[in-house]
Nanobody
Framework: QVQLVESGGGLVQAGDSLRLSCAAS????????MGWFRQAPGKGREFVAM????????YYADSVKGRFTISRDNAKNTVYLQMNSLKPGDTAVYYC?????????????????WGQGTQVTVSS
């Protein structure tokens, strides 16, 4: 069992930056690939970024490529999402997910565990 707790969300203005964190419980964090998804009101859960458990290979949605950076610190059991040049369209609840193994999982159905989410609101 893995428990995930997101933090770092908030209200910012367009062009600002935020760093989200997702802290995981358990001693097997390094064996999980980790992803960030987001969900805006009335919309489905959308892939944002993920990082594989091995080699630090990353994947990004086209909408955030060049602005967001995902990283992980296995010693701290934490995955991060650095978000720069934020836009009002980035407003959503951001969720952290964990999937076993080294996978390129961009579908939310692939994930085994989820956090409770953290709200990010970007004003124009």
């Amino acid at each position: 069992q893995v428990q995930l707790v997101e933090s770092g969300g908030g209200l910012v203005q367009a062009g600002d930056s935020l760093r989200l964190s997702c802290a995981a419980s358990g001693r097997t964090f390094s064996s999980y690939s980790m992803g960030w998804f987001r969900q805006a009101p009335g919309k489905g859960r959308e892939f944002v970024a993920m990082i594989r458990s091995t080699a630090g290979i990353t994947y990004y949605a086209d909408s955030v490529k060049g602005r967001f950076t995902i990283s992980r610190d296995n010693a701290k059991n934490t995955v991060y999402l650095q978000m720069n040049s934020l836009k009002p369209g980035d407003t959503a609840v951001y969720y952290c997910g964990a999937v076993r193994g080294s996978r390129s999982a961009t579908d939310s159905n692939d994930y085994d565990y989820w956090g409770q989410g953290t709200q990010v609101t970007v004003s124009s």
